[in-house]
């Protein structure tokens, strides 16, 4: 088992569509990669277009990449990066933001396309792994991919669905990945195939953790029911954890959550959480200097247990090139069945 860190590295406050663009929270990655360096932890950062115009971050992405420190991948925000076709849900900043699933397919590749290519120009090298903005991802987002020469994506929720969430209006809002499970695998496209290496996200109350249909058919149903969101409020309030730290994560429910990956022979633990997380006040999660230095105590904990455990660190594209998961099919014995349907 593997840690692989991974970071959506973007524009300030992205939850507060249309607001100005900006992107001061790269001056507070410095001191996020020291203490990364500290704890021999190799973050992937997944850039967007803003972040590719932004001076500093050319600086000290390229370095951290010529240091062997860091792997910066691709980031798409439809509404950030170009082209952009002149109707609502697709102009620049638009306050509504398309997941790319909803991009006509031309339109898909022109970004992806302009994206790759300013990624390569500001930091040196051409981008391989992906994740998609508002986790907007379908077999035609991989095809693209997959077309542009990048070898593995980093979209996939687990046991989440986003088809309730709005994108461009009119259009059919966001992926389910419901019926989707931990384990690494290949998604076939046309033009080949592409490693899904899903964000870890597991149930880890029972009975939920110890049955998976269960569980999937609870996730689904209980927005639309009131015992079952009272049976939510009272017993299952943080499920299914993410492997992303919030205000009331600790080192406990994370080794919680790695206990259930073990059990599954899930092979990548995948962390999530965005730049501007390091920036107080500008994401709804972190406001002020006091809760970022709750985030920092607990990165320091987590980082210091993973070290401990002997869990080693690597980027997203060392995890694709290993042999093990070259050879990785969904539903080997004693494993979730992989991505079954995007």
């Given at each position: 088992?593997k840690?692989?860190?991974?970071?959506?590295?973007?524009?300030?406050?992205q939850?507060d569509?249309?607001?100005?663009?900006?992107?001061?929270?790269i001056?507070?990655?410095?001191?996020?990669?020291?203490?990364?360096?500290?704890?021999?932890?190799?973050?992937?950062?997944?850039?967007?277009?803003?972040?590719?115009?932004?001076?500093?971050?050319?600086?000290?992405f390229?370095q951290?990449?010529?240091?062997?420190?860091?792997?910066?991948?691709s980031?798409?925000?439809?509404?950030?990066?170009?082209?952009?076709?002149?109707?609502?849900?697709?102009?620049?900043?638009?306050?509504?933001h398309?997941f790319a699933?909803e991009?006509p397919?031309?339109?898909?590749?022109?970004?992806?396309?302009f994206?790759?290519?300013?990624?390569?120009?500001?930091?040196?090298?051409?981008?391989?792994?992906?994740?998609s903005?508002r986790y907007?991802?379908n077999?035609?987002?991989?095809?693209a991919?997959?077309?542009?020469?990048?070898?593995?994506?980093?979209s996939?929720?687990?046991?989440?669905?986003?088809?309730?969430?709005?994108g461009?209006?009119?259009?059919?809002?966001?992926?389910?990945?419901?019926?989707?499970?931990?384990?690494?695998?290949?998604?076939?496209?046309?033009?080949?195939?592409?490693?899904?290496?899903?964000?870890?996200?597991?149930?880890?109350r029972?009975?939920?953790?110890?049955?998976?249909?269960?569980?999937?058919?609870?996730?689904?149903?209980?927005?639309h029911s009131?015992?079952?969101?009272?049976?939510?409020?009272?017993?299952?309030?943080?499920?299914?954890?993410?492997?992303?730290?919030?205000?009331?994560?600790?080192?406990?429910?994370?080794?919680?959550?790695?206990?259930?990956?073990k059990?599954?022979?899930?092979?990548?633990?995948?962390?999530?959480?965005?730049s501007?997380e390091?920036?107080?006040?500008?994401s709804?999660?972190w406001?002020?200097?006091?809760?970022?230095?709750i985030?920092?105590?607990l990165?320091?904990?987590?980082?210091?247990?993973?070290n401990?455990?002997?869990?080693?660190s690597?980027?997203?594209?060392?995890?694709?090139?290993e042999?093990?998961?070259?050879?990785?099919?969904?539903?080997?014995?004693?494993?979730?069945?992989?991505?079954?349907?995007?």
């Amino acid at each position: 088992m593997k840690f692989l860190l991974t970071i959506d590295t973007e524009a300030d406050n992205q939850w507060d569509h249309g607001a100005p663009l900006t992107t001061r929270n790269i001056e507070f990655v410095p001191r996020f990669q020291d203490v990364c360096n500290s704890h021999h932890i190799k973050p992937t950062y997944f850039v967007t277009s803003e972040v590719c115009e932004n001076v500093l971050a050319r600086e000290i992405f390229t370095q951290y990449r010529i240091n062997g420190q860091a792997e910066i991948g691709s980031h798409l925000h439809a509404w950030t990066t170009p082209p952009f076709p002149d109707r609502d849900g697709f102009r620049f900043n638009d306050p509504h933001h398309a997941f790319a699933t909803e991009l006509p397919p031309d339109v898909l590749r022109a970004k992806l396309s302009f994206l790759t290519s300013q990624v390569e120009a500001s930091f040196g090298k051409r981008p391989v792994t992906f994740r998609s903005g508002r986790y907007g991802f379908n077999e035609e987002v991989a095809r693209a991919l997959v077309e542009l020469g990048y070898v593995a994506d980093s979209s996939v929720t687990p046991f989440t669905s986003w088809a309730s969430f709005k994108g461009s209006p009119g259009g059919t809002g966001g992926p389910d990945f419901m019926a989707c499970g931990n384990q690494p695998c290949r998604v076939s496209t046309p033009a080949g195939s592409l490693l899904e290496i899903p964000v870890t996200i597991l149930p880890t109350r029972w009975p939920l953790s110890a049955h998976h249909p269960l569980a999937r058919t609870y996730f689904k149903q209980v927005d639309h029911s009131l015992p079952l969101k009272i049976v939510r409020k009272l017993f299952f309030a943080d499920q299914p954890l993410w492997l992303r730290p919030n205000k009331d994560s600790t080192v406990a429910l994370f080794s919680r959550l790695i206990r259930e990956a073990k059990k599954l022979q899930i092979p990548y633990l995948v962390m999530m959480f965005h730049s501007s997380e390091l920036m107080p006040g500008v994401s709804p999660y972190w406001k002020n200097e006091n809760e970022i230095g709750i985030l920092y105590k607990l990165l320091e904990e987590f980082f210091s247990w993973l070290n401990a455990e002997h869990i080693e660190s690597i980027t997203m594209e060392e995890a694709s090139i290993e042999p093990r998961i070259r050879s990785q099919e969904p539903g080997t014995r004693g494993q979730e069945p992989g991505i079954i349907k995007l």
